[in-house]
């Protein structure tokens, strides 16, 4: 079982590199390149574990400890009155990956959430991205929005759906 803990500056090489790896599939991110640790700073120092937490999923192996996965809260729009809503993401490492680990991170969002002044949760998943869907579905997150053809991944336009969740 994974040790889940606060994300510190020495986690930020294992952060990035997981996210890097979701890139070439086109179905996680946004993102059409990898990004530096470097770029990533900023958005790592957004993080505090008093209002908008950053994870990291440890396990140990006994042979030293590895970083599978890392779960945040991000703010959603920067305006005071929506303090209240966080926008998750969730990323593992390609070892753990379909494993129950993503349902190891809603448990621990949905479980802390309150405790860090947050009332509804959000996933922005992309449309063809069906095991994250299946993921927040299986938690009772329903689709709020859907924003036809918004991305464009290789020349192929994907929908963004956003899915909600009152947990307080």
Same mark, same amino acid.
């Given at each position: 079982?994974?040790?889940?803990?606060? $994300?510190?500056?020495?986690?930020?090489?294992?952060?990035? !590199?997981?996210?890097?790896?979701?890139? $070439?599939?086109?179905?996680?991110? $946004?993102?059409?390149?990898?990004?530096?640790? +470097?770029?990533?700073? $900023?958005?790592?120092?957004?993080?505090?574990?008093?209002?908008?937490?950053?994870?990291?999923?440890?396990?140990?192996?006994?042979? *030293?400890?590895?970083?599978?996965?890392?779960?945040? =809260?991000?703010?959603?729009? *920067?305006? !005071? !009155?929506?303090?209240? @809503?966080?926008?998750?993401?969730?990323?593992?490492?390609?070892?753990?990956?379909?494993?129950?680990?993503?349902?190891?991170?809603?448990?621990?969002?949905? +479980?802390? +959430?309150?405790?860090?002044?947050?009332? @509804?949760?959000?996933? =922005?998943?992309?449309?063809?991205? @069906?095991?994250?869907?299946?993921? =927040?579905?299986?938690?009772?997150?329903?689709?709020?929005?859907?924003?036809?053809?918004?991305?464009?991944?290789?020349?192929?336009?994907?929908?963004?759906?956003?899915?909600?969740?009152?947990?307080?």
């Amino acid at each position: 079982m994974p040790l889940h803990r606060i $994300a510190v500056q020495q986690d930020l090489a294992d952060i990035v !590199a997981i996210y890097n790896s979701t890139v $070439a599939s086109r179905q996680v991110t $946004a993102d059409v390149e990898e990004v530096s640790v +470097a770029s990533r700073q $900023a958005w790592f120092d957004e993080h505090s574990p008093e209002k908008r937490p950053l994870w990291v999923l440890e396990l140990d192996h006994g042979q *030293g400890k590895q970083i599978l996965g890392w779960l945040s =809260f991000s703010n959603f729009y *920067g305006r !005071a !009155a929506y303090a209240g @809503t966080a926008e998750l993401s969730i990323y593992l490492h390609p070892d753990a990956r379909g494993k129950g680990w993503g349902t190891y991170c809603l448990k621990l969002a949905e +479980a802390h +959430a309150p405790l860090v002044g947050v009332h @509804t949760l959000l996933g =922005f998943i992309f449309g063809h991205n @069906t095991p994250s869907l299946r993921l =927040f579905e299986k938690f009772g997150f329903q689709k709020w929005a859907e924003l036809p053809k918004v991305a464009n991944l290789d020349g192929i336009e994907r929908d963004l759906i956003i899915l909600g969740k009152r947990v307080a």
